[in-house]
Nanobody
Framework: QSKLEESGGGLVQPGGSLTLSCEAS????????IGWFRQAPGKKREGVGC????????YYEDSVKGRFTISRDSGKNTAYLQMNDLKPEDTAVYYC????????WGQGTQVTVST
């Protein structure tokens, strides 16, 4: 059974950093482009950024550009979202999937940026 599991969220102060993980099971993650998404309370899920299959190309939404970085570790079948200089508006549940989602959504991981 193919599954994605996000982890690494938590409570962090503004300006802080977190690294989220997206572990895939049942399929080989390196064969797919990776997208990270987030859903804030009362809002629709939105794309944050994506990484191409070969890792040569990335795309980030303007709101996170320069602060967030997507990477992957093929040996661990895991993708990552490094988030720096976090802002209260980054508070959301974060998910991973392919940029055009083809897998069932995982449970996501909660990121809360607050004093």
């Amino acid at each position: 059974q193919s599954k994605l599991e996000e982890s690494g969220g938590g409570l962090v102060q503004p300006g802080g950093s977190l690294t989220l993980s997206c572990e895939a099971s049942g399929f080989t993650l390196e064969y797919y482009a990776i997208g990270w998404f987030r859903q804030a309370p009362g809002k629709k899920r939105e794309g944050v950024g994506c990484l191409s299959t070969n890792g040569a190309m990335t795309y980030y939404e303007d709101s996170v550009k320069g602060r967030f970085t997507i990477s992957r570790d093929s040996g661990k079948n895991t993708a990552y979202l490094q988030m720096n200089d976090l802002k209260p508006e980054d508070t959301a549940v974060y998910y991973c999937n392919t940029p055009t989602p083809i897998w069932d959504w995982g449970q996501g991981t909660q990121v809360t940026v607050s004093t």
